[in-house]
C-alpha cells in the first residue's frame, strides 16, 4: 500500500506542479532549461534506485532489470549533458526537480529496509509506478513544452526507451507474483 501510495505521489507531483499543468498558459510552461534539469533529474533518481537494486535485489531477474536501468539512463543523462553543452544552456533547478529529488530520497530510504523479496517487489513496482509518471509527463508536459528541436528529439528519443522500461518492469513485477 505504501509503495502504490509513493508512487502515487510522485505521479501527483508531477501532474500537478506549475511544469506540469495541462493547459498552462505559455508563461506557465517550463523553459527549456527547467525542463533539461527536470529530466536530467529524473534519470539520475532511476540510476540511483539501479544502484540500490543491484547490492539489494536477490531475484536474477530484477539484478538485470536494474542493470538495464543504469545502462539506459546513464547513457540518455550522458547525451542530455553533451546537449546542453553543444547549446550552452544551464539546466535550471525548479520546484518540480527539487521535488522529485526529495520524494527519491524517501524512497531509497524506504526500500533500504526491506531485504529480499520485499525488496525486488517493492523496488520493481516503483519502477513500474515510476516509469509511468515519468512517461506521462514527457508525453504530455515536458516534450509539448520543449521549444528546442534537439531537446525535444532527445526527450522523444528518451520517452521511447522509458516506455520500454515500464513494460520490461511490468513483466518482471508480473513474474514477481
Do not use: C
Not at 544502484?51 to 536477490?58: M, S
Request: charged share 25%; no cysteine.
Amino acid at each position: 500500500m505504501l509503495i502504490r501510495w509513493s508512487a502515487a505521489a510522485v505521479a501527483a507531483m508531477m501532474l500537478s506542479s506549475p511544469v506540469a499543468l495541462q493547459g498552462a498558459s505559455a508563461a506557465d510552461k517550463p523553459t527549456d532549461p527547467q525542463i533539461a534539469h527536470i529530466a536530467y533529474t529524473a534519470g539520475v533518481i532511476d540510476i540511483n534506485a539501479a544502484k540500490q537494486a543491484q547490492k539489494k535485489a536477490k531475484s536474477k531477474d530484477v539484478k538485470a532489470f536494474a542493470e538495464d536501468m543504469l545502462r539506459d539512463h546513464e547513457a540518455v543523462n550522458k547525451q542530455a549533458l553533451a546537449l546542453v553543452k553543444k547549446l550552452n544552456v544551464t539546466p535550471e533547478d525548479n520546484d518540480t526537480s527539487k521535488a522529485l529529488s526529495k520524494q527519491a530520497a524517501d524512497k531509497l530510504a524506504e526500500l533500504e529496509k526491506l531485504d529480499g523479496v520485499a525488496f525486488d517487489k517493492a523496488y520493481v513496482d516503483n519502477e513500474v509506478a515510476y516509469h509511468n509518471a515519468v512517461n506521462g509527463a514527457l508525453e504530455t508536459q515536458l516534450i509539448p513544452s520543449a521549444s528546442n528541436a534537439e531537446l525535444k528529439s532527445l526527450l522523444q528519443t528518451g520517452l521511447k526507451i522509458f516506455q520500454g522500461h515500464q513494460q520490461h518492469a511490468e513483466h518482471v513485477a508480473a513474474e514477481l507474483k
